[in-house]
């Protein structure tokens, strides 16, 4: 079954520093992957995705992610963070070209400290 | 931007009561999900539907659930009778291909006393 790990569960930062959150998934074949963020007390938003190309994604909001397919994985990163970004972060995983669902990592949450 | 509406924000239940929460998706999309996140755990999937009918639901989906989209506008999650363990944000969302761009509802918190 497909599965996806975060490994950070909370992360604190300062303003400015950078930022590397991790994921993983595990599915054999191929699959379309998602960041999604959630700031306190709203909806889940789309960072970022990846389909196919690239396999560095920019985002909105300076994030960008890379997807290492002999890893498995599919890392968040911001050169510099701001205290707004504080907020929980998803990595999600669907299976390629299929109307499926989406299978969600357990959540990272970050707190940026002004 | 076009947004997913879900109402209402806030549900207070009775346990064993039937709860009926809403969902207004995007006009021209085609696929719609239902996911929940328990407080403190993982966003997971329900159900997905498409062309007027369930295409995936899991586990957590069971005889207690049902969806709907009785006017080609709405899209609705029931749960027949709400158990304290359904206590939980539920997200609607919908998007226009399936393979991705979801657009997710700011979500609905039931809370089952």
């Known amino acids: 079954a497909q599965s996806v790990s975060q490994h950070n569960h909370h992360v604190i930062l300062s303003e400015a520093a950078s930022l590397e959150l991790g994921c993983n998934y595990s599915?054999?074949?191929?699959?379309?992957l998602f960041w999604y963020v959630q700031y306190p007390g709203q909806h889940l938003q789309l960072l970022l995705k990846y389909f196919s190309g690239d396999p560095l994604v920019k985002g909105i909001k300076g994030f960008e992610a890379e997807f290492i397919k002999s890893k498995f994985s599919f890392n968040l990163r911001k050169p510099s963070v701001q205290w707004s970004d504080t907020a929980e972060y998803f990595c999600?995983?669907?299976?390629?070209?299929?109307?499926?669902?989406?299978?969600f990592g357990q959540g990272t949450e970050l707190s940026v400290k002004p | 931007e076009p947004e997913v509406t879900q109402t209402p924000s806030h549900q207070v239940t009775q346990m064993g009561q039937e709860v009926i929460l809403r969902c207004v998706p995007i006009?021209?999309?085609?696929?719609f999900y239902w996911y929940r996140q328990i407080l403190g755990q993982k966003v997971e999937f329900l159900v997905s539907f498409y062309n007027n009918e369930i295409s995936e639901k899991s586990e957590i989906f069971d005889d207690q659930f049902s969806v709907e989209r009785p006017d080609g506008s709405n899209f609705t999650l029931k749960i027949r009778s709400t158990k304290l363990e359904d206590s939980a944000m539920y997200f609607c969302a919908s998007s226009l291909q399936g393979a991705g761009g979801y657009t997710f509802g700011s979500g609905t918190r039931l809370t089952v006393v």
């Open positions: 999600a995983v669907n299976k390629y070209n299929q109307g499926g669902k989406l299978i």
């Open positions: 006009s021209n999309h085609l696929y």
């Open positions: 599915y054999g074949g191929t699959v379309n």
